[in-house]
Structures are given as structure tokens and as C-alpha cells.
């Protein structure tokens, strides 16, 4: 319903906007890069871009592609100007839409990564593209055609903001309903991905994988102690000196504290998408029924 909310003082109170003239599309990601500059990406027909640089008082279109084709699943920013948003596959080609002005205007990549048959992105939570360090970006994908299934899923890796790809696998069934549907990294090497079939939301099976090596191979250890169900976010917080990867799903929240080799259920209390501010200390998960929450940061101490 084109609508955005927002909070000022960490959540005391709440501001309710229904962005003019995007009353019939539905925002799938957003990205604040500061407290005045906003990005927020639509799915769906028409594909939109707005723009807020007064805090989401008012909003500006920046694009607009009226290509039924065209379906946007996420978007990320390297630096407070360089950014990116990933789409499904047109003629079995990555859409790939990139900005470096801070999301005032976009332009398509004429030349993207191959997909295979029946392969997309799920936009389930904007974190199934993400962009690392200062050059790396990540494209976690699934689906399948029909009737049809792959014991792995892809991940296609670009170590230069999109110049060259290579794509590795992942331990993720692949088909019309699961796969990869969220990526986070501690550093450079580090990360976790997470996912499995968002109609089967209790399956704790091909649902999480951990990389050392920054994405080059995915493993999942042979004692697995996997998140609670299928996850559709997964995101990272730093307290005291700790990292923890948070991930979410309808049917519950976990949490790994040893670089997601093991999962620990602490909420039964569901999500779509979750996030922490860069200093890995405030986070914020977002679930049906305009259901929104922030972290504790005192449990985070107490988990083990």
C-alpha cells in the first residue's frame, strides 16, 4: 500500500506515511543513508524508486520502469553514494540497476550474470543481495521451474561492484518455493546464508550454510544444529566485543554465536526481515500484521 513508517527518538513513537502516488504498490526494501536521505524500492508494476531527503516528509520519484518483466528483490549500498538493486532475470539475465549519487538517479547494467531455468531471487526480506566491504556484492538465488528441483543453490559473487562474476553453490535445495533468501557477512570473510522453503516454514532442513573464506565455498557442519524452520532474514550484531548473526523467519528467531556453525531458537515470535544500525549495536525486525521490534541489547549479553 505504498507505505512507509519511521521512528526518531528508537522507537517511542512512530510515524505512518502513505507515500503520494504509491498508494498501489507495495515498498519491498528501504536504505537510510542518513537520518535526512532515504531510498525506498518497490516490487511489483511498476517498478519505483523514491527518494526522501527530509526525513521522509516528502519523497521524490527517481525511477520508473513500467516493464511488466521487471521485478526488483533488493537493494544495497557500498558507501553513502555507490549502490545497487537486483531484480529477477530477464531473458535469463540478472537485472541489475546501480546508482552513484546516492540514489538520486539509476541506470541498468547492460551486461549481468546468465541464470539457469526457473532461477530468481526471493525478495523476501531485501537481503538476498548485499553488498561487502568496499567492492564485493552477493546475489543469493533459488527457484526453479515447475515441478522440478537441484540438491544446491547458487550464489553469484562479484569481487568488483559488478565488472566480473563467478558462481559458487550452496547447500540449499533449489525449487519453485526454496533456496537462498538471505545473506550476511561479519567481515570480509566471514558470513552466514540462510533460507529453505518458505511454504514449508517448520522445515529445519537445507536452511543455513557458513563461509571463512568470503564466499567461495558455503558448508554446513556435519553436527548441525540448524535455525528452527525456514529463515527468510539474517543479519549481524556487535555488543561488547561479541558478534552474534540473528536470524528471522515466520515461525520464530535464532541466534548463532559461533559464526553460524550452531543455531539457538530464543523467540517463537515470527519475522520477514531484520536489521542492526552499522554499529551493530540497534536492531530492528519487521513481521506480518505491522508487527515491529527492536533488539535487546541485554539479551545479547546472556546468550551462549
Given at each position: 500500500?505504498?507505505?512507509?513508517?519511521?521512528?526518531?527518538?528508537?522507537?517511542?513513537?512512530?510515524?505512518?506515511?502513505?507515500?503520494?502516488?504509491?498508494?498501489?504498490?507495495?515498498?519491498?526494501?528501504?536504505?537510510?543513508?542518513?537520518t535526512d536521505t532515504v531510498v525506498a524500492m518497490t516490487s511489483g508494476t511498476p517498478a519505483?524508486?523514491?527518494?526522501?531527503?527530509?526525513?521522509?516528509?516528502?519523497?521524490?520519484?527517481?525511477?520508473?520502469?513500467?516493464?511488466?518483466?521487471?521485478?526488483?528483490?533488493?537493494?544495497?549500498?557500498?558507501?553513502?553514494?555507490?549502490?545497487?538493486?537486483?531484480?529477477?532475470?530477464?531473458?535469463?539475465?540478472?537485472?541489475?540497476?546501480?546508482?552513484?549519487?546516492?540514489?538520486?538517479?539509476?541506470?541498468?547494467?547492460?551486461?549481468?550474470?546468465?541464470?539457469?531455468?526457473g532461477e530468481a531471487g526471493f525478495a523476501a526480506s531485501g537481503t538476498n543481495a548485499i553488498?561487502?566491504?568496499?567492492?564485493?556484492?552477493?546475489?543469493?538465488?533459488?527457484?526453479?521451474?515447475?515441478?522440478?528441483?537441484?540438491?544446491?543453490?547458487?550464489?553469484?559473487?562479484?569481487?568488483?561492484?559488478?565488472?566480473?562474476?563467478?558462481?559458487?553453490?550452496?547447500?540449499?535445495?533449489?525449487?519453485p518455493s526454496a533456496g537462498v533468501f538471505s545473506i550476511a557477512f561479519a567481515d570480509e570473510?566471514?558470513?552466514?546464508?540462510?533460507?529453505?522453503?518458505?511454504?514449508?516454514?517448520?522445515?529445519?532442513?537445507?536452511?543455513?550454510?557458513?563461509?571463512?573464506?568470503?564466499?567461495?565455498?558455503?558448508?554446513?557442519?556435519?553436527?548441525?544444529?540448524?535455525?528452527?524452520?525456514?529463515?527468510?532474514?539474517?543479519?549481524?550484531?556487535?555488543?561488547?566485543?561479541?558478534?552474534?548473526?540473528?536470524?528471522?523467519?515466520?515461525?520464530?528467531?535464532?541466534?548463532?554465536?559461533?559464526?553460524?556453525?550452531?543455531?539457538?531458537?530464543?523467540?517463537?515470535?515470527?519475522?520477514?526481515?531484520?536489521?542492526?544500525?552499522?554499529?551493530?549495536?540497534?536492531?530492528?525486525?519487521?513481521?506480518?500484521?505491522?508487527?515491529?521490534?527492536?533488539?535487546?541489547?541485554?539479551?545479547?549479553?546472556?546468550?551462549?
Open positions: 500500500g505504498g507505505t512507509v513508517i519511521n521512528t526518531h527518538d528508537a522507537g517511542t513513537t512512530w510515524n505512518v506515511k502513505t507515500i503520494e502516488g504509491a498508494e498501489q504498490l507495495d515498498f519491498r526494501d528501504i536504505h537510510a543513508i542518513d519505483r524508486i523514491y527518494r526522501t531527503t527530509d526525513g521522509g516528509d516528502t519523497w521524490k520519484l527517481c525511477y520508473e520502469n513500467k516493464d511488466e518483466r521487471v521485478f526488483m528483490d533488493a537493494m544495497s549500498f557500498w558507501d553513502d553514494k555507490n549502490g545497487v538493486i537486483m531484480g529477477d532475470p530477464i531473458d535469463n539475465s540478472l537485472f541489475l540497476l546501480r546508482t552513484t549519487d546516492g540514489g538520486s538517479t539509476w541506470k541498468q547494467d547492460a551486461k549481468t550474470p546468465r541464470t539457469l531455468p553488498a561487502n566491504g568496499k567492492q564485493a556484492f552477493f546475489v543469493a538465488l533459488g527457484g526453479a521451474e515447475e515441478n522440478k528441483s537441484n540438491e544446491t543453490s547458487r550464489i553469484l559473487i562479484s569481487p568488483d561492484r559488478g565488472s566480473q562474476w563467478t558462481a559458487v553453490t550452496a547447500p540449499f535445495e533449489r525449487t570473510k566471514n558470513g552466514v546464508a540462510v533460507g529453505g522453503d518458505y511454504q514449508d516454514a517448520e522445515s529445519k532442513e537445507n536452511n543455513f550454510a557458513f563461509t571463512n573464506d568470503g564466499g567461495q565455498t558455503w558448508v554446513t557442519p556435519r553436527d548441525r544444529r540448524p535455525p528452527s524452520g525456514y529463515r527468510s532474514g539474517v543479519a549481524v550484531t556487535r555488543n561488547d566485543g561479541m558478534i552474534r548473526f540473528v536470524t528471522v523467519g515466520p515461525s520464530g528467531t535464532d541466534v548463532s554465536a559461533d559464526s553460524g556453525r550452531k543455531w539457538r531458537r530464543i523467540s517463537n515470535q515470527g519475522f520477514h526481515a531484520v536489521a542492526f544500525a552499522p554499529d551493530g549495536v540497534t536492531g530492528w525486525a519487521s513481521g506480518s500484521n505491522g508487527r515491529i521490534a527492536r533488539w535487546n541489547n541485554h539479551f545479547d549479553r546472556d546468550v551462549k
